[in-house]
């Protein structure tokens, strides 16, 4: 199998959830969005049709956190409602920097796109040293407070669909364990 740089960063990136206090730089960040923009898309305009909200407000994590726990809470699945009650559990996982990637609700490949790109951010996150996990957790808080997309001042007519947290990775050790499939058939 060929082994390339690109080939070493897929299979080295597993999801981080202890992350260290130091915050991720602007110019990290940038490549990072920048990588999601370059993500294959099904629609047309697909610049104008994401939106990119970064949050490094403490107050503003530890409301996302205790919201989207709330709405976990009060969630019909046990396993969801066993996290919202859990008290040492922060579902943003300390993080120093938590991003929504939302988009324009009449956009009919918007699920597709965002996790293209939400992917393509998670490679390039790790291509710089970086730690990160996709989310779906956290957006329970707009269930919650619908008034979020206002404070968040994410613009009329978006709507969040993915998010990630990113980090500086505290553990430098990451298992990355095989995964192998034999569900694979060539037709020839
Ligand atoms: C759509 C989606 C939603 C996810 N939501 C969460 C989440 O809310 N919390 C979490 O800790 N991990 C979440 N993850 C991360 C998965 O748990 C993780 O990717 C999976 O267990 C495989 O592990 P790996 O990323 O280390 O390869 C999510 C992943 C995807 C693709």
């Known amino acids: 199998m060929n082994e390339n740089e690109t080939i070493r960063i897929i299979k080295q990136r597993r999801s981080t959830r202890r992350f260290s ?14 990588a999601g923009l370059y993500a294959p ?34 969630s019909s699945f046990e396993w969801l409602k066993d996290l ?32 293209a790109l939400t992917q393509n951010m998670l490679l390039a996150a790790e291509s710089v040293g970086l730690g990160s996990c996709w989310l779906y957790f956290p957006l329970q808080a707009f269930d919650k407070d619908m008034g979020l997309v206002k404070e968040l001042k994410i613009p009329q007519g978006f709507k969040p669909i993915t998010s990630m947290v990113i980090g ?21």
């Not at 206090?21 to 920048?34: A, C, F, M």
């Open 84 to 115: 919202g009650s859990n008290e040492q559990f922060n579902c943003l996982y300390n993080a120093p920097t938590f991003i929504i990637i939302s988009v324009k609700k009449q956009s009919e490949s918007a699920v597709y796109d965002c996790s």
């Open 41 to 74: 898309n099904g629609g047309t305009d697909f610049e104008k049709n994401v939106y990119f909200t970064i949050i490094q407000n403490e107050n503003i994590l530890n409301k996302i956190n205790s919201l989207a726990k709330e709405a976990a809470g009060q």
């Open 168 to 188: 500086y990775k505290e553990d430098d050790e990451i298992n990355v364990p095989e995964r192998k499939t034999e569900n694979v058939r060539y037709i020839k």
């Open 21 to 34: 206090e130091k915050q991720v730089s602007e110019d990290d960040l940038n490549t990072i969005i920048n």
